[in-house]
């Protein structure tokens, strides 16, 4: 793995503006940035990124089986008590889903680390899936790169065969995003462009007008009723939301399911830890509240987590809560140095959970994530984002990649 500097296609900011690809530049500074990219061998990539995303998504798959048949655990997930049934049901009903991103840490060195799973509303879909293969075909024809170069993006095609896994043709689905986002809005074109190659009806409809018919069935901008929806609206604000206690009986079929709750939520990473401790794509990770009682020996947490969590941190470790968007409310934490913290704090009043503090490599003084992306059960591309910062947020950079061998 290393950065290298290539020259830009000359008329990319005009394609991106041809293709509706609008934040491509935001507040004054590039999102998408092909002034450097990323190159990748062949092994790096098979047995780096994608072997151990399918492993990180199998693991997952089981810690959901064992959480919704336990109270206990259910209760330290952040889900509202009231919906858990939804939620345990939705996974029990063997309800399908369609796609996930996992965040990872890797420089071609060592395993790569999970930092978490973005499993209900990734977005980043349109530049990695399209923009970023249309960058490698372009560069290729102008012989910035070599023919037989390639990259590892099979997300569309992988999309398309899973829409028609799940629903059968001609069916109806809408796709529902904050209207005035371009960013969500590129992903449900993205998704919508997919569910249409698979034989499906597409339809967008603005969240914010979503209604409820008498009848307690969701209707769409034009009063339709919705049977399928694509949402990208997490589930832990849709459970909190008025229109919750509908979701059950409203006949509406939700992508993603309920049971993805489980697994958007940092809440999953010291349950994979304590399932799977040890294993090399895992970071250690512990709920805060029962660090916090294991520090003060009060006898509510188990008697060995002091021992467990005592690295952690004295070597560094990262403050979560359990729900948040784009770095914000996350804490750095390292002895003898000043905590470094994200600027948003709009999650702050979330439970929380520390994660041992993994150093993200530099490469020319940004720092980059892997974006590796599910849809069904396998890993099918990936896309790479970087920051100056340590704690990557929203205005992070999205960079292409290659592979040659």
């Known amino acids: 793995m290393r950065k290298i500097s290539i020259p830009e296609r000359a008329n990319w900011r005009d394609t991106a503006a041809e293709a509706g690809f609008t934040f491509a530049d935001m507040h004054g500074e590039p999102y998408w940035d092909e002034s450097s990219v990323y190159e990748f061998t062949l092994a790096e ?9 399918a492993e990180l998504h199998a693991m997952c798959r089981e810690a959901v089986s064992r959480i919704v048949t336990s109270e206990d655990l259910m209760g330290r997930m952040s889900i509202p008590r009231e919906h858990w049934d939804l939620v345990a049901n ?7 889903e369609l796609y996930g991103r996992f965040d990872l840490v890797f420089d071609g060195n060592g395993p790569a680390k999970m930092l978490e799973y973005n499993a209900d509303t990734p977005t980043s879909l349109y530049e990695a899936a399209s923009f970023q293969w249309q960058w490698l075909e372009d560069q290729i024809a102008a012989g910035a790169l070599r023919e037989g170069d390639d990259q590892f993006n099979g997300i569309h095609e992988a999309l398309v065969e899973r829409f028609g896994q ?6 109806d689905v809408h796709f529902a995003a904050v209207e005035g986002n371009p960013e969500d809005y590129a992903t449900v074109e993205a998704m919508a462009w997919a569910a249409r190659e698979a034989g499906l009806g597409a339809h967008y409809t603005d969240l914010g007008q979503i209604a409820l018919s008498t009848d307690g069935q969701f209707l769409d901008n034009e009063s339709r009723v919705m049977g399928a929806l694509f949402k990208l609206y997490p589930w832990e604000d849709l459970l909190r939301d008025d229109f919750a206690v509908h979701v059950a009986t409203s006949g509406c079929r939700f992508i993603e399911p309920a049971w993805k709750a489980l697994l958007s939520n940092k809440a999953i990473l010291p349950m994979l830890w304590q399932m799977f ?9 512990f709920f805060e509240a029962d660090v916090a009682g294991a520090l003060r020996g009060d006898g509510a947490s188990p008697g060995d987590l002091f021992d467990r969590s ?11 809560p359990v729900f948040s968007r784009e770095g914000a409310s996350i804490t750095i934490v390292e002895a003898g140095q000043k905590p470094e913290a994200s600027g948003d704090r709009s999650y702050d009043e979330h439970a929380r959970i520390v994660q041992a503090y993994h150093p993200l490599p530099v490469f020319d003084g940004f720092r980059p994530i892997i974006g590796a992306w599910i849809v069904g059960e396998a890993c099918v591309g990936m896309g790479l984002r970087e920051d100056r910062a340590r704690i990557t947020q929203d205005l992070s950079r999205f960079k292409p990649h290659y592979i040659r061998d």
């Not at 939705?90 to 399908?96: Q, V």
């Not at 799940?166 to 069916?171: K, M, R, V, Y």
């Not at 005592?310 to 979560?320: E, I, T």
């Open 166 to 171: 799940i629903f059968a043709p001609n069916t």
């Open 90 to 96: 939705s996974w029990t009903a063997g309800e399908p």
């Open 310 to 320: 005592r690295d952690v941190l004295a070597k560094g470790h990262v403050s979560k």
């Open 277 to 285: 401790e040890g294993h090399p794509n895992l970071l250690p990770a």
């Open 45 to 53: 990539v098979e047995e780096g990124i994608e072997a151990p995303a």
